[in-house]
Every structure is written in C-alpha cells, then in structure tokens.
C-alpha cells in the first residue's frame, strides 16, 4: 500500500488503492433498458427510440429496416395513424411530442422512391406454411412476419384486390393509391408470400381443409356486416349505412344528392363520410354523436374514435358536430325521411354500478335532412365461420396473441371488436406469428414484455436544446377535393432534424456524460461505442453510490437501486 502522508499530493495511479466503493451509501447505479412511452404505445409494436437512433446518426435506410421489423407499411401508418406514440411521448412534456407520424410516413416514401429493400430472406420451399384469410393490413402483417421466421405465407382474400379497408374505405385524400399499391406491391412482390385473390372462406375454401394443409390458420377478415340500425319511424327505402356508402363512393365516384345530410356515429367512417359528402355539394353537414370532442376534464373514454387531426380538419371544413347526442326517431314523408329528432344524452350510474347514456327527456328536437346516414358500425360476417364464432359478433381469442383455443388458429384485426385501428391490425399480425413460432418450437406462449415505461422526470431534460416541433404542410380548404392529398411530406431536412428532437427514452445515448462525471471514475469504457450503452460498466470497487452518473444521464438510461 502506497505510504501518503498529510500535505503529500496523490502520485500517479495511487488513487487506485482507495477502494472508495467501501463507502458506499447503500445505492447502486445499473442500466435500466426501460421501454419508451413512444414505444409501449404504438399498437403496431415499433421501437420507436432505436430507429429514431439510426435517423440521429444520418443513416435512413438503416431506420426503416429497424421500422419495418415491427411494421411493414410505414408509408401508410406514417399517413393515417392516429399515432398514439405522439399522444404519449415524453417531448410532449416540454416542448412538443415529436411528429413521429410524419418521419414514419417519410421513410416509408423514401423506402419506395429509392427501392429499399424488405429485409427478409426467402423461406426454404419445404418451410411450414400458414395459412391467412384476408388480405387487409392485419393479414398483410401476419403474411409479412411469417416471412420474416422463415414461414410460407399464403393469403386468401375475398375480393379481387389486397388493401382490406385501406382501399375501399379510407379516402385517396388521406391515402393517395398510388401510394398505396407502391407500399402493397413491393410487399407482397416479396418471394415466398402467395396470394389468392377472389378467393373466399366460405365459399371456396374451409377452415377445416386450411387447417389440414397449414402449420396454423389466420382469420383477420375484418369486419364486413353492418349492424342493423335501431331508430324509432320507419327506415327509408333509400337508406345508406356509412360504410356501404363510401364503398359505393370508392367504386363509382359520386354520391346520391343531397343538400342537408345527418351522419349519426362517432368514428372513422362518419368523420370521412360527413366529409367527403361537404366537398360533394352538400350545404349542411352535420354529426350527431354520442361520445364528446375533445376538450378540458372530458373523459378519455367518452372521447370521439377518430384521428385527431381529421377532427380538427373536419371542423375546419365547416362539418357541425352535435356531441352528447342520439337520434331518437325519423320524420318521414312517404318512404323519404325528411327529418331527425335528436336528443341530448347524459350518463347516470345503473343498476350494475356502471354509468350508461340515457336520454335527457325535454332535449328534444327536430333537423331537417333529405339524407340520414347511419355510422354505426359492422361485425364479423359469419359465413364460413359459425363454428369458430358461437353466434357472437366478434372473435374472443384466449391470449393477446389471438390464439382460439388450443388449436392452431388465430383471430386478428378488427374482427376482434377491440381494434379499429390499422396499427392495431399490424400489431396482431406481428404477435399472431410470434406465437405461432413459439408453439411450433414447442414452447407455448411467448413471455410478454414486462420492461417499465420510462416516465419524463427520469430524464435530465437539461441537456436537450428547445425545439419546435414538425408542422406539415397542408392543402387549405378551398383547394380540398377527393384525390389531392391533404397532409404534405416534410421532406429529409426536416424529418432528420424532427429525429435528432427524440430523447432516446430509457436507451443509451453514448454520451459520455456518465464516464466523464464519475468523481470515482469508476465507469468504465469497456470498446469504442456501442449503441445499446453496453460499453459503459461499472466497476462497483470505486463507486460510491453517490448517483451523479444517473442524474446527468439524459436519457434515463441510468438508475440508482438499492443494493442487493
Ligand atoms: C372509413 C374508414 C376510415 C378509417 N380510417 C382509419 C384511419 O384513419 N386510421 C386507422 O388506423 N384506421 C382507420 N380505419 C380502420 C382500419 O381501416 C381498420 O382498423 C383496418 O383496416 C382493419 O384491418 P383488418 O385487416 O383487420 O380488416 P380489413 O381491413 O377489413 O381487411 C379484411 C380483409 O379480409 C377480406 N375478407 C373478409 N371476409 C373474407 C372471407 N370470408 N374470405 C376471404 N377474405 C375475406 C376482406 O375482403 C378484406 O380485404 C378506418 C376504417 C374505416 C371504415
Ligand atoms: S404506427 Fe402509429 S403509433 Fe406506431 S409509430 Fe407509427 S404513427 Fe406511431
Ligand atoms: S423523446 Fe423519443 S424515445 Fe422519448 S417518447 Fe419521444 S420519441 Fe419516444
């Protein structure tokens, strides 16, 4: 042991002999890998934070192979994504989410333009297949990651295009085709996947010979039964139900005439119909719905199920929204309707402790319409399904993954009655396939992840510049038809600068900040860099549990636990 004596100064290397981690107060730091709330929120599964991380350090093709493990068609999430990942983002903190939905949208388009290419080789001929019904978004997923464990994918779907409702619902304002068929083609052109269009269970195939040819059978046939209207009067001949319209509307290009149009519904369709009908001619357009707009002390779950900005451009767009309200019954002349009575709606507790939406009596009154549009919602189309159904409206799968039972067979999507969302439908087939994989190995249920979300008061905000966030540019509403997209590109600058915004919640930022601020220097660079901050150790001998490393740590990637 080096001898030090009082006013001596420390020689080189002597410090070594002071084993200060001796001292220590009872904390040890340790490398929490915790998931970001981007992350844990985005129902398609993407990790937001690592492809990000590729995009700060310039290499965009990188990010989107990151991207498309988790989700195949970014060009069209990053375009109608209600993007959650935003809502729970912790910018949103300090100064503004980061617009995760516009580089998300950027790098899809930049995939397409410059032909990257799906990462993913082909399976081996003699490879398990699965078999998939549907070829909307939930479908298209699952055939996506079959592929990429080297599984062989074969769609049967009903129709005679792929898309689901992304094509024969969702407005060419929102989802330009071309886009569309450039993200679809360049999928399913991928060897290994095959695809039987015109093809329909129930009609041409069964789910018992699937189950015979296929390593496991895929349902994800959305749903395609509207829900029969309830309405005091009589219903009109000429009725349209919302989705049926806009069906019709994406076939033929018009819509029947009407000047003064109710749409009763609160969710997608009714926002795009009572849109959509406005550029069309009509001169008043107005929804009824039961749920609320968005505002201060409005509960989540009372909230409209739309996108918000497709609310916010709705009301730009001169739609009248009437919150907290039902029809009652309709006004008929002959077979025509001619009017609505509508009434306001409260929520009051029931018998079963939960509160339910009663009329408030004396709200009553009448608007006048030549066309009611009723937006209430469709369920599973049972044919060729019974058995699996049991007379219900929705699969109810016994696991997140989807499995029906102990068999071999999965319901995805919105046939599932909790979805609704695209990236919901891409998030099932990612975990669907999983699990198939999982059970084909003979090892059940892959584990969930039980990571912690990382909160905002973990990160040291202090070491990230203020910013403004990404505004994309948008179409005014005089110049809104029914092609023209709405929501422009932000292009690279842009998005990269939009990217370097992201505070790689819960992952390393290779900063150095911990190494440099050590008094103990006991954080060790063990190789140059690496991205996941597993370069960093600390060497427990020095440390003194005094916690500057987690506090100076940007990202909350270091935290001070009680030792064991
Ligand atoms: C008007 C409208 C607007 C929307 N806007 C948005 C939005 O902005 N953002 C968002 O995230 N979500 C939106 N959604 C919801 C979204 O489109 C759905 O959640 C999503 O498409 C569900 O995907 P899926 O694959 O489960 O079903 P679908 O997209 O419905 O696809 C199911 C496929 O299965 C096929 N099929 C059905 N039965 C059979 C059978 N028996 N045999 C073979 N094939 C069959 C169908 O033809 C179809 O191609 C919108 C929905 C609507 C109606
Ligand atoms: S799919 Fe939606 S929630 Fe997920 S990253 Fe994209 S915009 Fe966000
Ligand atoms: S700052 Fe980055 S990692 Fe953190 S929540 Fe936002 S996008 Fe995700």
Redesign the pocket.
């Known amino acids: 042991m080096t001898q030090l004596t009082r006013g001596a100064f420390a020689l080189p290397g002597t410090s070594l002999d002071f084993k200060t981690g001796n001292w220590r107060s009872g904390e040890v730091p340790s490398h929490i890998h915790a998931k970001a709330p981007?992350h844990n929120?985005?129902?398609?599964g993407?990790d937001?934070q690592a492809w990000l991380a590729h995009m700060q350090q310039g290499h965009a093709e990188a990010a989107w192979r990151e991207l498309v493990s988790a989700?195949p068609l970014p060009a069209i999430?990053?375009r109608v994504?209600p993007?959650?990942?935003?809502t729970a983002c912790n910018r949103a903190t300090t100064d503004g989410a980061l617009a995760?939905?516009n580089i998300?949208r950027w790098l899809g388009d930049e995939a397409i333009k410059h032909g990257w290419k799906y990462p993913v080789a082909t399976p081996e001929a003699d490879a398990p297949s699965v078999a998939i019904i549907g070829a909307g978004p939930a479908g298209l997923s699952a055939a996506w990651h079959c592929l990429r464990h080297e599984l062989r994918p074969v769609i049967f779907e009903a129709l005679p295009q792929a898309g689901g409702l992304l094509r024969s619902a969702i407005p060419a304002t929102r989802l330009p085709r071309d886009v569309l068929n450039a993200e679809l083609g360049r999928l399913l052109a991928l060897e290994g996947i095959t695809l039987n269009l015109s093809t329909r269970l129930g009609r041409d195939v069964t789910v018992d010979e699937l189950r015979r040819e296929h390593a496991a059978v895929i349902l994800s046939p959305g749903c395609q039964a509207a829900w029969e209207w309830e309405v005091g009067g009589a219903v009109p001949s000429d009725l349209h139900e919302g989705l049926q319209l806009l069906k019709e509307f994406m076939d033929h290009g018009a819509f029947p005439e009407a000047k003064q149009v109710v749409v009763h519904g609160g969710g997608n369709t009714a926002i795009d119909i009572c849109r959509l009908l406005k550029r069309a001619g009509a001169e008043k357009v107005t929804l009824v719905t039961a749920s609320a707009l968005p505002g201060p002390g409005v509960d989540p779950s009372d909230l409209i199920n739309v996108v918000p900005r497709e609310l916010d451009e709705a009301l730009e767009e001169g739609i009248e929204i009437i919150e907290h309200a039902t029809i009652n019954r309709l006004i008929m002349r002959g077979s025509k309707a001619t009017g609505v009575e509508i009434a306001s709606l409260k929520k009051l507790k029931g018998t079963d402790g939960r509160r339910h939406r009663v009329t408030f009596e004396g709200t009553e009154r009448v608007i006048n319409v030549d066309m009611v549009v009723p937006c209430i919602g469709e369920r599973v189309d049972p044919e060729g399904l019974e058995t699996l159904l049991h007379g219900k409206a929705y699969f109810k799968p016994d696991s997140d993954s989807g499995k029906l039972g102990k068999a071999n067979i999965y319901a995805l999507g919105d046939a599932r009655g909790d979805r609704g969302t695209v990236?919901a439908a891409i998030g099932d087939g990612r975990a669907a396939v999983a699990s198939i994989v999982a059970n084909l190995a003979g090892k059940g249920e892959p584990p969930a992840d039980s990571r912690p979300v990382l909160p905002a008061e973990l990160l040291n905000t202090a070491y990230f510049d203020t910013s403004q966030r990404t505004q994309a540019p948008k179409l005014p509403v005089s110049e809104r038809g029914f092609d023209t997209e709405i929501e422009g590109d932000i292009g690279r600058a842009a998005a990269m600068a939009e990217a370097a915004r992201c505070m790689s919640c819960g992952d390393c930022l290779a900063c150095d900040n911990c190494w440099t601020m050590c008094p103990d220097s006991a954080v060790l660079k063990i190789q140059e860099l690496a991205m996941d901050g597993s370069h960093y150790v600390f060497d427990l001998d020095y440390c003194k549990g005094c916690g500057i490393c987690a506090a100076e740590c940007p990202s909350g990637f270091i935290q001070m636990t009680a030792e064991a």
């Open positions: 981007c929120a985005c129902p398609a993407e937001q989700n999430t990053g994504c993007h959650p990942c935003e995760i939905h998300e990236a």
